[in-house]
């Protein structure tokens, strides 16, 4: 049995296998309607996310199974102080499949440890987010037609953004990609992933101003500052607007350049934006439930 | 020159950075255990200029090695019987170091699941770095003292 804790579970073999079903999904998608039939999916959600619990739902009820769970902490019974692990044993005689959220770091893979049925972390505080990876990656995959060899930037909260943290972490295995690091000095990238790039001699380089680097990017990925991630309000309220994605910024960018963001945005990418043919981020949506639809029948053994 | 009497079954920590003895002693547990413990703090040196010193007697495999390695693996730690040193004991940084620190993230799991064991995994043995099996979390040795 396996699980999805974080991008780093599947080789980039199993990675591709993995898109190849997903879009075949897309391209065929009444092959894959019943496939499920007589499955349950557990989403847990113990913080809100409409999107992702969502994006799992549709997935499951497109391949023709069906679905059980919460989406508040409030509604299960951890607001009662039961652990994950009980929770997921629970959900195990109850389901064939479990994606959680959760807000604390690690918590998806203390599911898994405890857990008979194959666990995917849907999210574990500013941790990791490995089904948005994988969307990320489908996405350029299909768009750009290849994971390699490209300059990838990413604004906003790097600090904290947990989609970030994880599609570096996926990126490194491609052969010749370079990282932008886009950020105000209080949302810097986390040490230890520096200390990662460095080690595997991956060029990088971290400025605060996005115009500076709009014309080299192949890639750029936007991000939310989000207020959760705060324990301060002032600091929320400083930093929330200091990167706006517009048109002006948009002019000095590649003409064959990609924006992405994990949605959803607030400000951070003017709606002006959204009718630029290489804005992506919408697309990204789509895609990422055609890989959640892929990675289900992966994990049932179904594919 | 204070004189600290020799110990006749058990051991004794050698080579402890001056003023650090305390804050081992109280990692390895030792106040917990019913037995003679000397500590020597500043004490001169050659190698080091000062120095502290551990002499505990008592069996030393009552004793997690791993904590002093992780702590600082330089300490030399003399095995005693019958008032003799009959063997030095090689300190190794262990792959994993479990229940003995915990980790400070305030975001981890083991914040809130009070069951859970606090586990660091080795992940940089050249630059002795651990961190939180379940965050990820980087563990600073150096946060004991």
């Given at each position: 049995m396996r699980h999805l804790?974080?991008?780093?579970?599947?080789t980039t073999d199993e990675l591709e296998k993995l898109f190849d079903l997903a879009n075949d999904i897309e391209n065929n998608k009444s092959k894959y309607s019943?496939?499920?039939?007589g499955k349950i999916l557990a989403t847990c959600f113990y913080e809100p996310s409409t999107r992702t619990r969502l994006s799992f739902e549709s997935a499951m009820l497109q391949l023709g199974g069906q679905v059980l769970g919460f989406s508040?902490?409030?509604?299960?019974s951890a607001s009662k102080g039961e652990s994950v692990s009980d929770t997921i044993r629970m959900i195990s005689a109850y389901t064939d499949i479990c994606a959680m959220r959760h807000p604390k770091e690690g918590s998806a893979m203390v599911a898994s440890t405890a857990a008979s049925i194959p666990v995917i972390n849907a999210g574990d505080g500013g941790h990791q987010h490995p089904t948005q990876t994988l969307t990320d990656l489908l996405t350029i995959r299909s768009?750009?037609?290849?994971?390699?060899n490209f300059t990838i930037g990413l604004c906003g909260d790097?600090?904290?953004?947990r989609t970030v943290h994880s599609l570096i972490n996926a990126l490194v295995?491609?052969?010749?990609v370079k990282f932008v690091f886009i950020s105000p000095e209080e949302l810097r990238i986390p040490d230890y992933i520096i200390e990662m790039l460095k080690e595997k001699d991956i060029p990088f380089e971290e400025v605060i101003r996005l115009e500076d680097v709009m014309p080299k990017l192949d890639l750029l990925y936007m991000t939310r500052v989000q207020r959760?991630?705060?324990?301060?309000e002032q600091d929320y309220v400083r930093l929330k607007d200091f990167y706006i994605l517009d048109k002006a910024k948009m002019k000095?960018?590649?003409?064959?350049m990609l924006v992405l963001h994990p949605?959803?945005?607030?400000?951070?990418?003017?709606?002006?934006?959204?009718?630029?043919?290489?804005?992506a981020y919408f697309r990204q949506v789509k895609y990422g439930v055609y890989v959640r639809m892929a990675l289900i029948l992966t994990l049932l053994e179904l594919a | 020159m204070l004189n600290v009497g020799k110990i006749e079954e058990g051991f004794v920590l050698d080579h402890?950075?001056?003023?650090k003895s305390l804050a081992i002693y109280h990692h390895l547990q030792?106040?917990?255990?019913d037995c003679t413990v000397a500590i020597i703090k500043n004490a001169r040196s050659n190698k080091m200029g000062k120095k502290d010193l551990l002499k505990v007697e008592c069996d030393?495999?009552?004793?997690?090695m791993d904590v002093i390695a992780v702590i600082d693996h330089n300490i030399t730690v003399n095995v005693i019987k019958n008032g003799e040193i009959v063997s030095k004991k090689e300190l190794i940084l262990p792959k994993e170091i479990k229940n003995i620190f915990k980790c400070?993230?305030?975001?981890?799991i083991t914040s809130i699941e009070q069951e859970l064991p606090h586990i660091f995994v080795l992940s940089d043995g050249k630059k002795e770095v651990y961190r939180c099996k379940y965050c990820e979390e980087k563990f600073d040795t150096r946060s004991f003292f």
């Open positions: 804790i974080t991008p780093l579970d599947f019943k496939i499920c039939e508040d902490a409030g509604s299960s768009l750009k037609k290849r994971l390699n790097l600090k904290f953004g295995r491609y052969p010749d959760e991630r705060f324990f301060n000095l960018a590649k003409e064959d949605l959803p945005r607030v400000n951070e990418i003017s709606i002006e934006v959204d009718s630029d043919p290489r804005a | 402890i950075p001056a003023g030792l106040d917990k255990l030393i495999n009552l004793i997690d400070k993230n305030p975001r981890c």
